[in-house]
């Protein structure tokens, strides 16, 4: 038996890297990964498991148990109605938005930075397409993001503006790349690492493919730098929309890290629904400017889709 790390599949067939490098292609024996039972898929890029290499074929194996996570990044899948596991195991997620093309969503980026959070996992805001020009609307929102305490990054795949900076974040790291499609995620793996000629959404359109690209995530490995330590990424499936999973509308709050402080100080106490109360500290930090206004109203947004199971944008 050996251990190996999940890079990618479907349909209960994984592609496992061995420690020694080569990767087996590995269905799962039994009905042995109980504890992800409910979930759209039983298993994840990153994910460590346990596995038996065939014994006649090098590139096969059967994978006998899931190694536990240390943590697991979700959404929540609509059509599948369960959790749909993106990534497990991570030190970094890059929240990759644009200035345009495809329009600004500052909300999915908050989605997803409470996700990251619920998570314990690092978020980075990471806009790619810095070249068409960020405007005034994007760039206070960034800068609204750096003051409450999340890290972002300029950068453009296409001119390689800001990629230094995103390659030393990414260092000795395994990370997460979500986003809409069209943002450049795939675009941003090809730029750290010309070796890889993932498919982009302009190839694809070139080689008269349709407009669609990455269906499933899959975790590649860059080659380190000089000196550097490798990074691992991985490049999950773009997502239309980012459906929370594991959190509930009453403690949203506790997850938008500019209202974490004063949950609790409000004159209603823990009672507060933070939507009307007199002597709400929250709603008095929004009218202060303490809390941006687009925070505020994605915080509503959020809340709302969270207690009607209603999600629409
Ligand atoms: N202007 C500009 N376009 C980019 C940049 N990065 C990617 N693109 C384009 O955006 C489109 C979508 O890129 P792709 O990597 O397939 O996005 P993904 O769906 O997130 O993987 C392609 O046409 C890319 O050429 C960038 O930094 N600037
Ligand atoms: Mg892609
Ligand atoms: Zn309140």
């Given at each position: 038996m050996s251990e190996g790390l999940v890079l990618g599949g479907t349909n209960n067939l994984f592609e496992v890297e061995t420690d020694e490098g080569s990767v087996r292609l590995c269905a799962i024996k039994?009905?042995?990964?109980?504890?992800?039972?409910?979930?759209?898929?039983?298993l994840a890029p990153g994910d460590r498991v346990s596995f038996e290499p065939d014994a006649t074929d090098p590139g096969r194996g059967m994978i006998l148990s899931l190694v536990p996570r240390r943590n697991h990044f979700v959404r929540w899948n609509q059509k599948g109605k369960a959790p749909q596991l993106?990534?497990?195991?991570?030190d970094l997620i890059a929240i990759v938005t644009t200035p345009d093309e495809p329009p600004f969503r500052p909300r999915f980026v908050d989605r997803a930075l409470v996700q990251a959070d619920l998570e314990g996992i690092e978020p980075l805001v990471l806009v790619n397409k810095c070249d068409l020009e960020p405007d005034a609307d994007v760039l206070e929102r960034l800068s609204d993001w750096e003051r409450i305490g999340y890290r972002t990054l300029q950068v453009s795949a296409?001119?390689?503006?800001?990629m230094d900076s995103l390659a030393a974040l990414l260092e000795g790291k395994l990370s997460a790349f979500v986003g809409?499609?069209?943002?450049g995620k795939s675009s941003l793996l090809n730029a750290l690492d010309?070796?890889?000629e993932l498919r982009t959404a302009g190839l694809s359109e070139k080689f008269g493919r349709?407009?669609?690209?990455?269906t499933k995530g899959m975790l590649f490995h860059l080659p380190p730098g000089a000196g550097e330590k490798p990074a691992s990424i991985v490049d999950t499936p773009g997502v239309r929309r980012f459906v929370l999973h594991g959190v509930e509308a009453k403690d949203l709050?506790?997850?938008?890290r500019e209202m974490e402080p004063l949950?609790?100080?409000?004159?209603?106490?823990?009672?507060?629904?933070?939507?009307?109360?007199?002597?709400c500290k929250i709603l008095e930090a929004v009218y202060a400017g303490v809390i941006h206004e687009e925070r505020y109203e994605s915080w509503q947004r959020i809340r709302e889709e969270l207690e009607t199971g209603r999600f629409a944008d």
């Open positions: 039994g009905k042995i990964l109980r504890d992800v039972e409910g979930y759209y898929n039983p993106l990534a497990a195991n991570l296409r001119t390689g503006e800001g809409q499609s069209g943002v010309t070796r890889l349709g407009t669609h690209t990455t709050a506790l997850y938008f949950i609790g100080s409000c004159s209603w106490g823990l009672s507060c629904s933070h939507l009307h109360e007199p002597g």
